[in-house]
């Protein structure tokens, strides 16, 4: 069955940084756009950011521009979130997703904080 599978969260301390990734199985990974998404306590859930099939492609939400980068790795089936210069409010439980396949992950707690 589709599974995507989130890891790397944890505590930093502001200004730090934190890689996610995202395993993917049960659908051909290669074939499909993907994005992160996070939810903030108590707030609704924000589009982070998103990469093409092919990698030609990436986006980002205002709030990370400049701060995070999207990758992928087709031949691993891994979507990658590497976050620098985090900040106490990129706090969330972040959330990788496949929209096409309507598949999400379990999400992985980020804690920005001194």
């Known amino acids: 069955q589709v599974q995507l599978v989130e890891s790397g969260g944890g505590l930093a301390q502001p200004g730090g940084s934190l890689r996610l990734s995202c395993a993917a199985s049960?659908?051909?990974?290669?074939?499909?756009?993907m994005n992160w998404a996070r939810q903030a306590p108590g707030k609704g859930l924000e589009w982070v950011s998103g990469?093409?099939?092919?990698?030609?492609?990436?986006h980002y939400g205002d709030s990370v521009k400049g701060r995070f980068t999207i990758s992928r790795d087709n031949a691993k089936n891994t979507l990658y979130l590497q976050m620098n210069n985090l900040k106490p409010e990129d706090t969330a439980v972040y959330y990788c997703?496949?929209?096409?396949?309507?598949?999400w992950g379990q999400g992985t707690q980020v804690t920005v904080s001194s």
């Open positions: 997703n496949a929209l096409r396949i309507g598949a």
């Open positions: 049960g659908f051909t990974f290669s074939n499909y756009a």
């Open positions: 990469i093409y099939s092919d990698s030609k492609e990436t």
